[in-house]
């Protein structure tokens, strides 16, 4: 009785499920007038169950494997899982609630689990081995057969092609592995706590401002609470004028994890010996030589030749800045060598004395629907012919997002975007791109991209007025949404931004350029009250800026970059005792300590990119993908610059290819050389 009455009702919750069929809105846009809540769960599991019904039925064929019967039919298994992924992904992100935060944790094993059910499915992959090994005598089109290549390799990182027995021993280091990350992050997360500085006295907090201060004031006590993020340095020591509070503040980042209650030494060294043996287990050397196959560097040695680039010309500034920092400390009357907890004090004055930019000056230039549609959408109408109208009839998920529709040159539809540009209790840190519907021949898709971004929400009725770095991140976001709305793929595992971790920020920093290009910036930097256009002194001083402290930038990241390589390319048989010690050794011999107030950006004991979440060998990608957009930039700056048909050629070569073709040769065929790593330098100021 009580099963059947389970049945129908689960029959009932289907039927009215919005998910179960195609949104019938434009674009097949999510029609966020039907979906609630309670819809994601029922979705979501049939969504799985879906899926592992197809496989099955691919997995036991007892017909000969084809493209179409196994690599096409894998492809299309997962039809209504990915359509409520997409659409829950973005509501978790952007706008979510406790019911949702449920439905996410009771997924999150699941899901896993489904995907481990496919890549570790024997029957499966010997089926694409088979089509695989006769590759040649298939006939397929060049993207059918990277679509073949991309799953055997799939299954191959997985594992799916060791012996039983191997498999075994690399279930077991996975959830190993799994396991301590999540201890990491835990022990990391009340590291974070616990290190939270606590001040007594409130003149020792000197330097902040009185609402500062305020938010800090605990309930009951008369004290303050510093908190900690995630880096070594921590904003405040920007402000506070009190040395010792700011050394207190510096060591408590940097020994969070370190000899405190919460020491994560031997998680990390554990960590890093397991994935070595991870890396043997399958085949390779070390972990990075196996995480990185698939990557545009494809292994550690270019990326280590990326960063000996660097470390010269980085480090040289570096000591340039710690010697101006030193001469006013020594100007103001003090007597102390620079030290790490120093650095952001005074280069603060450094900063004031050489460029005196200030953001309310410019902010009323930066309007954000003038930099969105005068400079965004008209940089994107320039170099690649497309046009934009504004869409008020597309229910969205919050108020404050809007839509546009995009056109081509020739006035055919491209696609929507969604822009969901302001801060909110509900919407998680940071800014990203991702799509409601990816583009794919395959299902005749086109694109539904959104943007995502966190600027202060303005009081009703008042323009919303960004700093430039936010119209950096507005250019930057809408970089990717193009590399998403320029994609033509028949298959959408493999369509636009489903690229290398260190391919996937190079259209969106490549954009970046165009919001100081003369021709854009006079189009969309007016004044939102007179309409008058920036000034040259103003546009020249945020050049200059940026140019400001890029020693010390670029040297903390290539410290934390080059620990996340040297703690992932020890070789297996390795045993370390010391994590401190390895941290040490690593930093000295790749010349990264040689500037005594620069410290690595993140230390090894809270690392979190590398030891808690996903950037294990990683960490490379944000400045190699720096690299490849200024030597881009380069190549436009020496052809042109921005016309119609460089954008049109770069669309062509780079933004429509998706992940078809090897990234180095097409990044070679656009360019006509490797890239290289002077454009970068010259941008930073470092040359
Ligand atoms: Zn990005």
Same mark, same amino acid.
């Given at each position: 009785?009580?099963?059947?009455?389970?049945?129908?009702?689960?029959?009932?919750?289907?039927?009215?499920?919005?998910?179960?069929?195609?949104?019938?809105?434009?674009?097949?846009?999510?029609?966020?007038?039907?979906?609630?809540?309670?819809?994601?769960?029922?979705?979501?599991?049939?969504?799985?169950?879906?899926?592992?019904?197809?496989?099955?039925?691919?997995?036991?064929?007892?017909?000969?494997?084809?493209?179409?019967?196994?690599?096409?039919?894998?492809?299309?298994?997962?039809?209504?899982?990915?359509?409520?992924?997409?659409?829950?992904?973005?509501?978790?992100?952007?706008?979510?609630?406790?019911?949702?935060?449920?439905?996410?944790?009771?997924?999150?094993?699941?899901?896993?689990?489904?995907?481990?059910?496919?890549?570790?499915?024997?029957?499966?992959?010997?089926?694409?081995?088979?089509?695989?090994?006769?590759?040649?005598?298939?006939?397929?089109?060049?993207?059918?057969?990277?679509?073949?290549?991309?799953?055997?390799?799939?299954?191959?990182?997985?594992?799916?092609?060791?012996?039983?027995?191997?498999?075994?021993?690399?279930?077991?280091?996975?959830?190993?592995?799994?396991?301590?990350?999540?201890?990491?992050?835990?022990?990391?997360?009340?590291?974070?706590?616990?290190?939270?500085?606590?001040?007594?006295?409130?003149?020792?907090?000197?330097?902040?401002?009185?609402?500062?201060?305020?938010?800090?004031?605990?309930?009951?006590?008369?004290? !303050?609470?510093?908190?900690?993020?995630?880096?070594?340095?921590?904003?405040?020591?920007?402000?506070?004028?009190?040395?010792?509070?700011?050394?207190?503040?510096?060591?408590?980042?940097?020994?969070?994890?370190?000899?405190?209650?919460?020491?994560?030494?031997?998680?990390?060294?554990?960590?890093?010996?397991?994935?070595?043996?991870?890396?043997?287990?399958?085949?390779?050397?070390?972990?990075?030589? !196996?995480?990185?196959?698939?990557?545009?560097?494809?292994?550690?040695?270019?990326?280590?030749?990326?960063?000996?680039?660097?470390?010269?010309?980085?480090?040289?500034?570096?000591?340039?800045?710690?010697?101006?920092?030193?001469?006013?400390?020594?100007?103001?009357?003090?007597?102390?060598?620079?030290?790490?907890?120093?650095?952001?004090?005074?280069?603060?004055?450094?900063?004031?004395?050489?460029?005196?930019?200030?953001?309310?000056?410019?902010?009323?230039?930066?309007?954000?629907?003038?930099?969105?549609?005068?400079?965004?959408?008209?940089?994107?109408?320039?170099?690649?012919?497309?046009?934009?109208?504004?869409?008020?009839?597309?229910?969205?998920?919050?108020?404050?997002?809007?839509?546009?529709?995009?056109?081509?040159?020739?006035?055919?539809?491209?696609?929507?975007?969604?822009?969901?540009?302001?801060?909110?209790?509900?919407?998680?840190?940071?800014?990203?791109?991702?799509?409601?519907?990816?583009?794919?021949?395959?299902?005749?898709?086109?694109?539904?991209?959104?943007?995502?971004?966190?600027?202060?929400?303005?009081?009703?009725?008042?323009?919303?007025?960004?700093?430039?770095?936010?119209?950096?991140?507005?250019?930057?976001?809408?970089?990717?949404?193009?590399?998403?709305?320029?994609?033509?793929?028949?298959?959408?595992?493999?369509?636009?931004?489903?690229?290398?971790?260190?391919?996937?920020?190079?259209?969106?920093?490549?954009?970046?350029?165009?919001?100081?290009?003369?021709?854009?910036?006079?189009?969309?930097?007016?004044?939102?009250?007179?309409?008058?256009?920036?000034?040259?002194?103003?546009?020249?001083?945020?050049?200059?800026?940026?140019?400001?402290?890029?020693?010390?930038?670029?040297?903390?990241?290539?410290?934390?970059?080059?620990?996340?390589?040297?703690?992932?390319?020890?070789?297996?048989?390795?045993?370390?005792?010391?994590?401190?010690?390895?941290?040490?050794?690593?930093?000295?011999?790749?010349?990264?300590?040689?500037?005594?107030?620069?410290?690595?950006?993140?230390?090894?004991?809270?690392?979190?990119?590398?030891?808690?979440?996903?950037?294990?060998?990683?960490?490379?990608?944000?400045?190699?993908?720096?690299?490849?957009?200024?030597?881009?930039?380069?190549?436009?700056?020496?052809?042109?610059?921005?016309?119609?048909?460089?954008?049109?050629?770069?669309?062509?070569?780079?933004?429509?290819?998706?992940?078809?073709?090897?990234?180095?040769?097409?990044?070679?065929?656009?360019?006509?050389?490797?890239?290289?790593?002077?454009?970068?330098?010259?941008?930073?100021?470092?040359?």
């Amino acid at each position: 009785m009580s099963a059947c009455t389970e049945n129908s009702e689960k029959i009932a919750d289907l039927k009215d499920n919005p998910f179960m069929e195609e949104s019938t809105l434009p674009y097949y846009a999510p029609d966020f007038t039907k979906i609630k809540n309670e819809h994601f769960k029922p979705a979501f599991l049939e969504g799985m169950r879906q899926q592992t019904e197809a496989i099955n039925l691919i997995a036991s064929n007892t017909e000969e494997p084809t493209f179409e019967n196994t690599v096409l039919a894998i492809e299309k298994s997962n039809e209504l899982l990915g359509r409520v992924s997409r659409v829950f992904s973005a509501l978790t992100g952007a706008n979510t609630n406790d019911e949702l935060q449920e439905v996410q944790s009771f997924l999150a094993p699941l899901l896993s689990a489904q995907n481990d059910a496919i890549y570790l499915n024997d029957a499966l992959f010997q089926r694409i081995k088979t089509l695989h090994e006769k590759k040649s005598e298939l006939n397929l089109d060049a993207e059918s057969l990277k679509l073949l290549e991309n799953y055997y390799e799939n299954f191959e990182i997985a594992g799916a092609n060791l012996s039983e027995p191997d498999k075994e021993k690399l279930k077991e280091l996975n959830a190993r592995l799994a396991t301590l990350s999540t201890t990491f992050n835990k022990t990391l997360l009340d590291a974070n706590n616990a290190g939270a500085v606590i001040i007594t006295d409130k003149s020792e907090l000197a330097g902040l401002s009185e609402s500062q201060i305020s938010s800090m004031k605990s309930k009951d006590e008369d004290s !303050w609470k510093i908190s900690l993020l995630n880096t070594t340095q921590q904003p405040l020591l920007q402000s506070l004028e009190n040395r010792e509070t700011r050394e207190k503040l510096f060591k408590a980042a940097w020994y969070r994890a370190d000899g405190s209650a919460h020491d994560t030494e031997a998680i990390i060294t554990e960590i890093a010996e397991l994935r070595a043996q991870k890396g043997k287990l399958l085949g390779f050397s070390n972990f990075a030589e !196996w995480s990185l196959q698939k990557t545009m560097a494809k292994n550690p040695a270019t990326v280590m030749d990326l960063f000996s680039g660097l470390v010269a010309a980085g480090t040289k500034k570096a000591q340039e800045e710690s010697d101006a920092i030193q001469k006013m400390v020594e100007e103001k009357g003090e007597n102390f060598k620079v030290e790490p907890w120093d650095w952001n004090y005074y280069s603060e004055m450094v900063r004031k004395a050489k460029f005196d930019l200030d953001e309310d000056q410019i902010k009323p230039y930066f309007e954000l629907t003038s930099v969105l549609e005068n400079g965004v959408f008209y940089a994107a109408e320039k170099l690649y012919g497309i046009t934009f109208k504004k869409r008020t009839d597309i229910p969205t998920y919050h108020e404050d997002v809007v839509v546009y529709e995009l056109f081509e040159e020739n006035g055919e539809p491209l696609g929507l975007f969604y822009g969901d540009f302001f801060a909110r209790e509900s919407k998680r840190g940071g800014a990203w791109m991702s799509s409601f519907v990816s583009q794919s021949r395959l299902y005749d898709k086109k694109p539904v991209i959104y943007n995502v971004c966190n600027y202060p929400k303005p009081a009703n009725g008042e323009p919303a007025l960004l700093t430039f770095d936010e119209v950096g991140t507005t250019f930057h976001e809408f970089g990717h949404a193009l590399h998403g709305f320029f994609a033509d793929q028949m298959y959408p595992s493999l369509s636009g931004t489903s690229v290398a971790r260190d391919f996937v920020e190079f259209p969106s920093q490549f954009n970046e350029n165009w919001a100081l290009y003369p021709e854009i910036l006079k189009n969309y930097a007016k004044h939102y009250e007179t309409g008058e256009q920036i000034p040259q002194e103003l546009i020249n001083k945020i050049k200059n800026a940026g140019t400001f402290n890029q020693g010390y930038s670029i040297t903390e990241n290539l410290a934390a970059s080059n620990l996340d390589m040297q703690w992932h390319t020890i070789s297996p048989d390795l045993k370390i005792d010391d994590a401190n010690k390895f941290e040490k050794e690593a930093l000295n011999k790749t010349k990264l300590d040689v500037v005594h107030a620069v410290p690595p950006r993140y230390r090894s004991t809270y690392f979190a990119h590398i030891f808690g979440s996903g950037y294990a060998a990683g960490y490379y990608s944000y400045l190699w993908t720096e690299m490849l957009n200024h030597d881009a930039y380069n190549w436009f700056e020496n052809n042109g610059g921005l016309t119609r048909a460089n954008g049109q050629r770069f669309r062509e070569m780079i933004l429509s290819r998706g992940n078809t073709l090897d990234y180095e040769s097409m990044y070679k065929a656009w360019r006509g050389s490797d890239p290289k790593i002077e454009p970068m330098l010259k941008a930073r100021g470092l040359n």
